[in-house]
């Protein structure tokens, strides 16, 4: 593929440690700053150019709150009052961590 | 005779006024307070009339002397049938008269009926032809219909001639309408739409005239007062836009069956009696007591939660406002530490977290108070080299020595409101062999003269920084003369809210030979000999210099042209000396690189006799202004001027005019500069792009101002006080 086309491409690849993969708006996906920079054609990552993102360190479930945020995030982007996602506090930790690694 | 009955009804019985009397209560008496007495006089299997009359039956009596004509009139809404009743006084031995052609034509007058009524008719009427022969097999009847049916009145009958009289009606009436040429009153075109509850018996002319009466009425509830003003109040909570809609919906309200009076329920369709707290069902009927219950406990819940919250949501976005946190979607990682700081009880290690999180997890959980003993362990791990406790307050002094026992490896440790960190902790601490890198105490106002010596004389070698809030009576000039000789690596110095530290200690600041970040801020009133010879001891290698509340002259200012090389942070403040000019010199050729931290807030001149003038240019003004913004504008990330009130509009003007730029400004505090207004906030938020925050207290030229996306501008004054105001985009935001 070339740099040109999967700029255009509009949903990329999450997958996870245990192998789960996640379709992700791509919009959605780049408020993290990680995926953003990960993804960016400029920076000519393998990453950019399968326009998919493997993360070692973060597992499925992880993963999915993951992607769950990105989307609550991309549909309350322009409003107020926003309610805030519910987070199981045994996966608060490691969701902490993730969120770190990707800058969100 | 019949002339005599206002009733409109067009079927009639004849019968005998007190009979129909005497029945009424006799129908009663077969309840269950009837006397004995009555029962006799009128047995229930007799033949004699008997009339149950059930509370939901409307029964209305109209007596004419003239006539000895009685009228009754018996609407019984489950059958359908509108019976006019017209009693004769027969008893008297009048003759009953039924040559009206009215009843002549009425089927429902029925001559047996009338015989077999305990009265003296002389007049019998023949039977009508459409008569039914009474039925054998019966359901369960009412007994007006049990008595009807034994007078061979039945309710289909009444129901077919009525119709037949409708249809009459109804031809008439187009008949006319055709010879007008007139629009039918039913067309399409009709623009209010039919009720909910559409009224049965009742011709298309009818309810052609029924419905002009309600456009009337509907007419004058819009130009009622009353109405506009509930339509204001709709407006302002509920989405009732719909002028005729809301109309309707007063009017319906207005024609609605008063309290005491009966209706029947929209939902379930039972009859009850109306009260003053009947509730509207979602078409507009009213409810009767048990869906009432049912649709309260449906949405009871949320409605009440819904009021409740609303006030500490308002609350919550102009504290965030306020904090500078831009409303809309948190980041994922504030979600999941005000997650963990809800459940924070439940945690038992916070693993492997980075240090920054713990930092940020620890503000939280003191913010919300939540910092106890039970939860300080949390943060302390062995081998950990930081603590930051933003808030002690609940701490006592075991659980600081605790501190120090399970992290025997702590380099930095930060505590605020530390109330208990007192002699015990620190006598604990010195006998340890702990070499503190950074101790930054707030509030450890209980920790004597000695224990800071010997804190000096035994761990002062290691120390980089060292930071003290808020030690009352503690902590003065001998203790900065010994500081030079214990604490040889010393960078960072900061000494706030000082009760007993004076002219003669500051001095031995100077000594400080590594010094790079420096603040005084101290109670004693000081003058500027001290400040100048610490500026000319330390000032070269001095980063951040920030002199809180002294009164230094510009001497200082010069001090620091002169000296400092290096400085990206200044804060001088509270200060009525320092001249306009002084700081116009000191921004004008430094040999400083631009700043990138500003605040000057309250240098100003006040003289409250005449407010408006400043001979001297005292404070920070326009002059110093525009120096400052032209050697430091390019890097500046915060700016705070606040009070500085002798800044010209012109000045303003000029230094944000339409070429100039300041890409890196991201917080300004414009507050009580007098010449603020409008066009000065927009000539900002254009000349600084990156600009989040713009605080304008107290600045009564800005009124009604462009806040562009993502920025926040806090403190417009308005009369209405604290106020939220979308832009026409719907996207800066304001906070009052």
């Known amino acids: 593929m070339s740099a040109s086309s999967e700029a255009l491409s509009k949903y990329v690849t999450l997958i996870s440690s245990d192998g789960f993969e996640f379709v992700v708006l791509r919009e959605a ?50 409003r107020e009052d926003v309610p805030d996602m519910e987070i199981p506090p045994e996966l608060c930790l490691e969701l902490l961590m993730a969120a770190d690694f990707l800058d969100t | 005779m019949w002339g005599s009955s206002t009733n409109k009804q067009q079927g009639g019985f004849l019968l ?17 307070g009837a006397s004995d007495n009555e029962r006799n006089r009128y047995p229930t299997n007799s033949r004699s009339l008997r009339l149950f009359v059930p509370q939901h039956q409307l029964c209305t009596s109209t007596q004419s002397p003239s006539t000895q004509t009685h009228s009754i009139t018996i609407h019984h809404c489950a059958l359908d049938i509108e019976i006019d009743i017209q009693i004769i006084a027969a008893e008297r031995g009048e003759q009953s008269t039924i040559n009206s052609p009215q ?27 459409g008569a039914r022969p009474p039925r054998q097999i019966r359901g369960p009847q009412s007994a007006l219909t049990d008595f009807l049916a034994s007078h061979n009145i039945n309710a289909n009958q009444i129901r077919q001639d009525a119709n037949a009289r409708r249809q009459a009606a109804l031809a008439s009436q187009q008949a006319v309408d055709a010879a007008n040429d007139a629009p039918s009153p039913d067309s399409d075109s009709d623009p209010i739409p039919a009720p909910a509850r559409a009224r049965r018996n009742e011709s298309k002319a009818q309810s052609a005239k029924r419905k002009k009466d309600e456009e009337k009425a509907i007419a004058k509830i819009k130009a009622s007062k009353q109405f506009q003003r509930r339509r204001k109040q709709y407006n302002s909570d509920e989405e009732m836009s719909d002028e005729d809609e809301a109309a309707r919906a007063f009017f319906e309200e207005s024609m609605a069956p008063l309290p005491d009076q009966t209706e029947n329920c929209e939902e379930c369709g039972n009859r009850f009696t109306v009260t003053p707290y009947s509730r509207r069902g979602e078409d ?52 999941c530490i005000e997650t963990l700081a809800k459940n924070v009880d439940l945690a038992e290690d916070f693993g492997d977290l980075p240090a920054s999180m713990v930092e940020r997890l620890s503000a939280i959980l003191c913010k919300r108070r ?38 025997p490896t702590i380099k930095y440790l930060r505590l605020r409101d530390a109330v208990q960190f007192k002699n015990k902790v620190m006598d604990h601490f010195l006998a340890t062999n702990i070499t503190l890198e950074k101790l930054s105490l707030h509030g450890a106002n209980l920790i004597d003269d000695e224990r800071w010596d010997r ?50 200690g500051l001095e031995h600041i100077a000594q400080l030979s590594n010094l790079t970040h420096l603040t005084i801020g101290i109670y004693n009133p000081t003058n500027s000999p001290p400040y100048v010879k610490i500026i000319n001891g330390v000032g070269p290698s001095l980063r951040t210099l920030c002199l809180d509340k002294a009164g230094v002259d510009d001497s200082v200012l010069e001090a620091i042209h002169t000296n400092c090389q290096n400085i990206q942070k200044l804060r001088l403040t509270d200060n009525e000396v320092l001249t306009d000019q002084g700081f116009a010199n000191l921004f004008t050729n430094w040999y400083n690189p631009p700043l990138t931290y500003i605040n000057l807030h309250k240098c100003r001149h006040i003289d409250s006799t005449d407010p408006r003038d400043n001979p001297d240019g005292i404070g920070f003004a326009s002059l110093g202004f525009e120096a400052l913004m032209a050697h430091s504008g390019k890097t500046l990330r915060y700016v705070d001027i606040n009070s500085c009130r002798h800044i010209s509009l012109e000045s303003f003007e000029r230094v944000f005019a339409a070429d100039k730029k300041y890409p890196d400004l991201t917080f300004m505090n414009i507050s009580f500069c007098q010449a603020v207004n409008d066009f000065v906030v927009g000539s900002i938020f254009r000349a600084c792009p990156n600009l989040k925050t713009l605080v304008t207290f107290g ?38």
């Open chain 1, 29 to 78: 996906a780049c408020i993290s700053g990680a995926i953003k920079r990960m993804l960016d054609p400029k920076n000519a990552f393998q990453e950019a150019s399968r326009a998919q993102c493997k993360f070692e360190e973060i597992n499925g479930i992880v993963l999915e709150k993951v992607a769950e945020y990105f989307y609550y995030n991309y549909k309350n982007r322009n």
């Open chain 2, 455 to 504: 804190f000096f004389t035994e761990k002062g070698t290691h120390l980089k920084t060292f930071q003290l809030h808020y030690t009352d009576g503690h902590f003065g000039d001998e203790q900065l003369e010994l500081m030079p000789k214990t604490c040889p690596n010393l960078t960072r110095l900061k000494i706030v809210h000082n009760q007993k530290v004076t002219n003669k």
């Open chain 2, 699 to 736: 600045n009564f030229g800005v009124r009604d101002v462009r806040v562009p996306k993502g920025r926040i501008l806090i403190g417009v004054p308005t009369a209405l006080g604290m106020q939220i105001e979308g832009t026409e985009d719907g996207e800066g935001r304001v906070a009052g």
């Open chain 2, 284 to 335: 507009g009927g009213l409810l009767c007591q048990k869906c009432t219950k049912l649709l309260d406990k449906e949405e009871g819940a949320a409605r009440k939660k819904r009021k409740i919250t609303a006030g500490r949501q308002r609350r919550q976005i102009q504290s965030n406002l306020l904090d500078g946190i831009y409303p809309g979607a948190k980041d994922l990682m504030t979600l």
């Open chain 2, 370 to 407: 939540l910092l106890k003993p039970e939860t300080i362990n949390l943060f302390l791990r062995p081998g950990n080299d930081t603590v930051v406790v933003t808030d002690g307050a609940s701490l006592s002094s075991d659980d600081y020595i605790r501190i120090f026992q399970y992290c």
């Open chain 2, 103 to 129: 009843c002549k034509t009425n089927t429902r007058c029925n001559p047996p009926f009338l015989s077999n009524l305990p009265l003296r008719s002389n007049a019998p009427v023949p039977p009508p032809n």
């Open chain 2, 16 to 32: 005998a006024a007190d009979r129909v009397s005497e029945a009424c209560s006799v129908g009663r008496t077969d309840g269950p």
